[in-house]
């Protein structure tokens, strides 16, 4: 299942893209289904809890600051696949808590293709790194960011109060 937008406005590749995508799905007879945006968060959650694996191969050296699309993934259990930007690198480590391919390779598409046999091939390998990616993404909920904010702003305060000659 491929979801996603097509308007190039909203990330997506594009009318024509679209189209290369969905010839190239027919070629191969897999049953590919292009379901768009998903923007219902039920019926997004649903889509996440089916998926084996969610695949997140951006390209982007500049652009990507976070990736909150994998770690959505991971909050409903879902293994992620990436490519090896460094926004990625705080949350998944390949083969823990989700998977990383070669995006820098002279051949990403085959470094992609290649990793995503590979993990799909073992059921074993896929199931730990999506209970191990579950957990983490549990670093990075709402309370305990907001929490760690809370923290941080306290701290300055403290010390701001602690540098002011008035005490």
């Known amino acids: 299942m491929i979801v996603g937008p097509t308007e190039t406005r ?7 893209y679209l189209s290369a995508l969905q010839r190239s799905a027919a070629e191969s007879g897999d049953g590919v289904v292009f379901a768009g945006s998903i923007f ?3 019926e997004l959650e649903k889509a996440f809890r089916s998926a084996r694996l969610f695949v997140y191969p951006s390209l982007a050296e500049r652009g990507e600051s976070f990736g909150l699309a994998p770690l959505e993934a991971m909050t409903h259990g879902c293994a992620v696949l990436v490519s090896g930007l460094d926004c990625f690198g705080d949350f998944i480590r390949d083969r823990e808590t989700g998977f ?3 995006h820098r390779s002279k051949n990403p598409s085959e470094s992609l ?3 995503m046999e590979e993990v799909i091939s073992n ?3 896929l199931a730990r790194a999506a209970e191990s990616g579950h957990h983490k993404s549990e ?3 709402l309370p305990r960011v907001a929490d760690l904010f809370i923290a941080d702003f306290s701290s300055l305060i403290h010390n701001a109060d602690a540098q002011s000659p008035n005490r």
Do not use: I, M, T
Request: glycine share 18%; proline share 5%.
């Open 10 to 16: 909203f990330g997506g590749g594009g009318a024509e």
């Open 40 to 42: 219902n968060p039920v």
């Open 100 to 102: 990383v391919f070669d």
């Open 113 to 115: 293709r290649q990793k």
């Open 123 to 125: 059921e074993a390998l």
């Open 139 to 141: 670093e990075y909920s």
